[in-house]
């Protein structure tokens, strides 16, 4: 495993370093175990109107997603430790284009896009601790950030960094230019944050697994549910073009469904509730692009596109 040293300068604080780094312009604890290995189940049932394709293909379980502008979708493969970018159309025998992207990782978490296609993955690293990368279009490697969990991602238009961290924790880290500021706790405490997402308005969505919860904290600071009824929501994705009115898809896992909520996130629902796509296994990433919604169907081994 790789670990950048060639950087210019690196600041410290509870436990946290970032590191100035840079694109270059497109126009120590031991490791926590990965999550114990989920149960049967048999999948949840949906809407049968809408077309499924299968994106790439022979994972071993794939983790979270991220899509660009093009529609190419990006996967952490946990236990094959990598990091892939399948590019449309989803046909043939292997769905797909697939390139590796970056290098190997020791367990490659979270992932995102930002505005200019790069991509951002969080790697845990035994007894070395939780690293942020961002693997620039022109095959660039940047270090973000390090410090001790960092699991789901997401970045805004300004190429702020937004890092679900273990218990009780979403970073923000500031962008400046040629790096990123020393990160600032953000939002409410959670039991359990494991996936963030973050809208074109600045509004941030947030995964509480344990609390059965997603939460919305808007740029004022005020902090909504979105939904209700989860068990074990893993993974939250939102257009991060959209400004009003944004439609929040979840992975809610131990039901076996994918969930879109539709705002206003008022009422005893917190939104209205639909079931996206069917028969997942345990889902545990997803991510959109305008209405297309793709998911890491976990346990049976498969990314899926959701066409309405």
């Known amino acids: 495993m790789r670990h950048v040293t ?3 300068l690196r600041f410290s604080i509870l436990g946290i370093a970032v590191v100035v780094a840079a694109c270059a312009s ?9 999550p114990a290995a989920l149960s049967a189940g048999t999948g949840g049932a949906g809407p049968l109107d809408e077309q499924i394709l299968l994106v790439g293909t022979r994972w071993q379980a794939p983790w979270n997603l991220a899509v660009d502008r093009a529609g190419n979708v990006f996967v952490t493969d946990l236990p094959t430790r990598k990091l892939f970018k399948i590019e449309p159309p989803f046909t043939g025998p292997t769905h797909g284009t697939i390139h590796k992207v970056g290098t190997y990782y020791w367990y490659p978490w979270g992932i995102a896009v930002d ?6 993955i969080s790697e845990g690293a035994p007894y070395a601790g939780w690293f942020i990368y961002r693997e620039c279009r022109n095959g660039r490697q940047d270090l973000v950030a390090t410090g001790a969990y ?28 040629g790096g990123w500021r020393i990160p600032v706790r953000y939002g409410p405490k959670f039991e359990q944050a494991t996936s963030v997402a973050v809208d ?58 994918v969930k879109e909520i539709a705002p206003p996130f008022t009422g005893a629902t917190h939104g209205t509730i639909s079931v996206i796509g069917h028969g997942f296994w345990q889902p545990w990433g997803v991510a959109v692009k305008g209405d297309d919604v793709y998911v890491a169907d976990t346990n049976h081994h498969s990314v899926k596109e959701v066409i309405p």
């Open 6 to 8: 060639s950087l210019v």
């Open 115 to 120: 505005n200019d296609d790069n991509a951002y």
């Open 150 to 177: 960092f699991t789901g991602l997401a970045v805004d238009a300004q190429q702020n960094v937004y890092a679900a961290g273990d218990t009780s924790v979403i970073w923000r880290l500031l962008r400046k230019p």
């Open 26 to 34: 497109n126009g120590s604890a031991p490791l926590p175990a990965p």
């Open 200 to 257: 074109a308005a600045g509004n941030v969505y947030v995964t509480d697994a344990l609390a059965n919860q997603v939460k919305m904290i808007e740029r004022s600071g005020k902090v909504v549910s979105v939904g209700s009824g989860y068990n074990l929501p893993t993974s939250v994705a939102v257009s991060r073009f959209c400004a009003t009115s944004c439609p929040v898809y979840v992975a809610d896992t131990m039901n076996n469904e």
